[in-house]
């Protein structure tokens, strides 16, 4: 509740933010010739939130849900206290001054900063924090989209990755909580839906729109993502802040639907008031003609994924989860108004644009259950459960087949080597310091094999370290090698540096656990060296790591059902 409680305010205080600035902007830019304001507000919003990265966060900031997933992952769910606020400052500068991206993940990212450092606070276990963290995220995705169980769903499906009910109980009261505060300081839906229902003649069209979602999906993460990475990567922070949101800025001018989150205009569509779009646009006369309007509408399409890579790229804070929503809603509005315009058959608009975001959302994010509880919360569509299902299954389908891994995981895996599952999370879960061996004793290499038999009489050891003057290791000797040798006495003479063997790796103390185990299993061996800042400290073996291994899934276990 606690968690909740405070994930939930730092939600309204973002979109309360967020609103004023916006509204600050929309009245400048509305008393200025074509509205050019447009041009300069986006590159003064991604500068002043890279200036406050810079020089008032000193780049400890940690962006997006994949740093979320990174921190659980090899972290053990630690996330930096500044976290809590800097969310907050960056994200309104940058979506207010009409930075085309989301404030999903700024708020997803402030409630889970608040929901670890909670737990660091208590000093929980690695699991625990995890959970804190989820059900921060959880308030936050609640209290802004007033919608408590796809709060809930979002943190199973997204960061946790598995729905358990011991886990279900305490992020649905976090979630709840969030939406109480919400309800108290923030009333109001975000989208309102009139609907009469769907018909089963619709049902071929859903089928398309759910094939057009998942492609969608993939230009999505295509596009977006390499946008994403980073544009103009040989300027400075600076000039790429106001290059990018000039460009950012002439985008919008042609395409004003693209201010921002671009929730204004998607309710105004979901109110079926589709000349909205003609609002503040430089083809306001031409786009009395429903074709023109079509094509218009395929270009935002389209434009709001390029417009959102674009802001993140150049040092903008946010999430291209609002605009996943946006590209869904349009395309779904794309299908609907186009065969409209045909004459064959009418299909409800409305109903189009609201199953069109909830496929983008799952082809995107693979996850169904939350978009469809979601757009069925935040537009109250719950009679459009069977079109949700249809087009968010077969959207999470294509995106899938494309790519086993949604975006926030892709480039963790690719660029960082973090891998999904639960058993990474747990092996990560062990600290490699407890289970390093290091009582050994080390021999000098111009030790005789007779005098090592000495050794051997006293130590129960069947690995020992041949170390260098400065503490560094320069190779081992295996007890299996001087077995073979034992009865030799051609080799009483020998020194150990004739028997000893370079190890085949060594590892590094800061190495996550599940790293030693793929190490261990790559070079199939059974003990391995391990040294800090190049100096050798001891041993680590597989069978201490998988006995440490078992130890950490009965306690997770224990700590995971709240009733044991």
């Known amino acids: 509740m606690f968690v909740g409680f405070f994930g939930g305010l730092a939600a309204i205080v973002l979109k309360f933010l967020v609103h004023f600035i916006e509204d600050v902007s929309r009245n400048i830019s509305s008393h200025l010739y074509y509205h050019i304001a447009y041009v300069f507000l986006p590159a003064l919003g991604i500068f002043l939130a890279v200036t406050w990265q810079h020089l008032g966060n000193r780049d400890k900031i940690q962006k997006g849900i994949g740093s979320i997933l990174a921190n659980i992952k090899k972290n053990r769910s630690n996330i930096r206290l500044n976290n809590i606020y800097s969310h907050i400052v960056t994200s309104s500068l940058t979506v207010g001054f009409g930075g085309s991206a989301g404030l999903e993940a700024p708020i997803v990212a402030t409630g889970a900063a608040i929901g670890s450092n909670v737990g660091k606070f208590f000093k929980l276990t690695p699991y625990e924090k995890t959970v804190l963290l989820a059900a921060g995220a959880s308030a936050g995705i609640a209290a802004v989209f007033n919608s408590p169980i796809a709060g809930v769903l979002f943190s199973l499906e997204i960061l946790i990755g598995e729905i358990t009910i011991p886990t279900f109980i305490p992020?649905?009261?976090?979630?709840?909580?969030?939406?109480?505060?919400?309800?108290l300081l923030y009333s109001g839906q975000l989208f309102h839906l009139v609907t009469e229902g769907w018909v089963v003649m619709a049902i071929p069209f859903y089928i398309l729109l759910g094939l057009f979602s998942g492609w969608m999906a993939i230009y999505i993460n295509?596009?977006?993502?390499?946008?994403?990475?980073?544009?103009?990567?040989k300027q400075n922070r600076y000039v790429r802040a106001l290059l990018g949101g000039l460009f950012l800025g002439l985008i919008i001018l042609v395409f004003p639907q693209l201010f921002g989150e671009g929730y204004h205009y998607l309710q105004a569509i979901l109110n079926g008031n589709i000349d909205a779009l003609k609002d503040e646009s430089l083809f306001a006369g031409w786009l009395s003609n429903q074709w023109f309007m079509l094509v218009?509408?395929?270009?935002?399409?389209?434009?709001?994924?390029?417009?959102?890579?674009?802001?993140?790229?150049s040092g903008g804070n946010g999430g291209s989860f609002a605009p996943t929503m946006f590209t869904g809603a349009f395309l779904g509005l794309t299908v609907a108004y186009g065969v409209n315009l045909t004459g064959l058959i009418h299909l409800n608009t409305v109903n189009f644009i609201a199953v069109g975001m909830a496929g983008a959302l799952s082809g995107v994010m693979h996850a169904p259950l939350t978009a469809i509880f979601?757009?069925?919360?935040?537009?109250?569509g719950y009679v459009l459960f069977i079109p949700l299902m249809i087009v968010s299954s077969i959207s999470y389908i294509i995106s899938r087949l494309s790519s086993p891994h949604n975006i926030y995981w892709q480039h963790l895996i690719h660029?960082?080597?973090?891998?999904?599952?639960?058993?990474?999370s747990m092996l990560n879960a062990i600290s490699l310091d407890s289970i390093i061996n290091r009582k050994y004793t080390a021999v000098d290499k111009q030790t005789t094999v007779n005098d090592f038999y000495k050794i051997l009489a006293v130590t129960d050891a069947n690995i020992f370290p041949v170390l260098k003057e400065d503490g560094r290791l320069e190779?081992?000797?295996?007890?299996?090698?001087?077995?073979?040798r034992l009865f030799n006495q051609e080799i009483a003479d020998e020194t150990i540096a004739d028997i000893m063997t370079v190890p085949p790796t060594i590892i590094?103390?800061?190495?996550?656990?599940s790293s030693v185990m793929e190490t261990f299993d790559a070079i199939d061996v059974w003990q391995l060296p391990v040294a800090k800042d190049g100096l050798f400290i001891g041993f680590i073996s597989k069978s201490a790591l998988l006995s440490k291994y078992r130890e950490v899934i009965i306690a997770q276990h224990k700590a995971s059902d709240l009733f044991i």
Do not use: C
Request: no cysteine; proline share 3%; hydrophobic share 45%.
């Open 415 to 424: 660029e960082k080597d973090i891998h999904p599952g639960q058993d990474y």
């Open 296 to 313: 218009f509408i395929i270009a935002l399409v389209f434009m709001k994924i390029i417009a959102s890579g674009i802001t993140l790229g």
């Open 475 to 484: 190779g081992v000797v295996l007890i299996d090698d001087i077995r073979r």
């Open 222 to 233: 295509k596009v977006g993502g390499k946008l994403e990475g980073g544009i103009l990567k």
């Open 508 to 513: 590094d103390y800061e190495q996550p656990a």
């Open 171 to 183: 992020l649905l009261i976090a979630s709840a909580t969030g939406v109480v505060v919400s309800k």
């Open 374 to 380: 979601l757009i069925a919360e935040i537009t109250g």
